[in-house]
């Protein structure tokens, strides 16, 4: 029993190493289960090229991201993104609609690699209003922190002109 299963897992294993198995008939008036050889699988390629180009019909390749900003710029990009994209108002800094959240796809749209969270934290700090709320309802200390994108000013509205009298 045993060796019937071994055989037959072995004739389910695709391959082994670049190897394609092969089953070989068992010999006229022997017993047991057929013998299972290794063939070596000459019509897979043994290594893959890689190119710099682009696969026909898949997106160009992205080049490698610059190197961070400066903190202090950094924030205030994103602040200026931030308000470009219309997600102004109160955000806390974690979560799926978070501040840090929101600085990983800013930072993937304009392919630079982001400073390390404490860092941006301390500089978007200087640059907009942060408030933390103390939560005690678990039994435990926690601290949520919110920061504060304001709007964008509004544009002052254009005057007329008042038109010149012909001379």
Known sequence: MKLELAAFL???LPTARGASVARQPAAPGSVGPPRVALV???DRPRSIELTA???AGGRPKRPPPAPPLAPRIAAKRFVVWMQDHG???EKPWGGPSGIWAFYGWHCHEANVQPVPD???AAALE???NRRQVRDRSSGKLRRFTYYL???LP???AARAMPRRRAA
């Open 118 to 120: 404490n860092m941006f």
């Open 154 to 156: 509004e544009a002052p």
């Open 126 to 128: 200087r640059e907009v």
């Open 40 to 42: 070596p699988a000459l």
């Open 53 to 55: 180009s682009a696969p």
């Open 87 to 89: 997600f102004t108002g």
């Open 149 to 151: 994108i304001p709007d």
């Open 10 to 12: 072995l004739t389910m």
